[in-house]
């Protein structure tokens, strides 16, 4: 009778230890699944909503100019004061190409600062891919090994954060900036930032 038992227990042992990593396999994939292909990818939350922007500074492209004069590296101390738009893109991206007369559009409204974080990218083909699409960026920076996004909490590009007055990160949209998303969602974001007071 015990022998019975203990091989009735063992047997409820080898069956556990080969249907556990299975389990585990198909709540990995379910849960993957729901975020490429139930959820809306650019309402994934950031760390960073309310955090001070990165300690990290951008050299500037070089050559890159705008109205012509140089257009200068990204300062962690330029987000003081101003609501200021992080655009991070790469002239290899095509949704930044989708994006790229949008930008163009919000670098009209003077009440905020628009900068680009150019991301493992080479300086030829980002100028190349501003001058053909135009350069909305007061403020522009090479990341081109991609370390310092990674400190912003970049997954890929495009991707666009909001910086409010006081250096605080406001807001991150993952993905293209589009029609929809501009008018329902960045643009009220931004009026917020711009409604806050600074501190």
């Given at each position: ?87 991070v893109w790469a ?94 969602t960045l643009k ?6 711009l409604a806050a007071?600074?501190?």
């Amino acid at each position: 009778m015990s022998a019975a038992l203990d091989n009735a227990a063992s047997v409820r042992r080898r069956r556990i230890v080969v249907l556990l990593p299975l389990a585990v396999f198909l709540g990995l994939a379910a849960l993957f699944y729901f975020r490429l292909f139930a959820g809306d990818i650019s309402q994934i939350p950031s760390a960073l909503i309310g955090h001070p922007v990165p300690e990290h500074d951008f050299p500037p492209m070089p050559g890159l100019t705008r109205d012509g004069a140089p257009v200068p590296g990204i300062a962690r101390a330029d987000f003081m004061g101003a609501v200021t738009l992080v655009n991070v893109w790469a002239s290899w991206c095509a949704p930044c190409r989708k994006e790229a007369p949008l930008l163009m559009r919000l670098a009209h409204d003077k009440r905020i600062r628009i900068v680009g974080i150019n991301y493992k990218d080479q300086p030829e083909n980002a100028l190349k891919f501003i001058g053909r699409y135009g350069n909305p960026f007061a403020a522009a920076g090479l990341d081109d090994s991609g370390r310092a996004a990674m400190d912003w909490g970049v997954y890929g590009v495009p991707e666009t954060f909001l910086v409010g007055r006081d250096g605080r990160i406001a807001y991150k949209l993952i993905g293209e900036i589009d029609a929809d998303n501009l008018e329902t969602t960045l643009k009220p974001q931004i009026e917020k930032a711009l409604a806050a007071p600074a501190q």
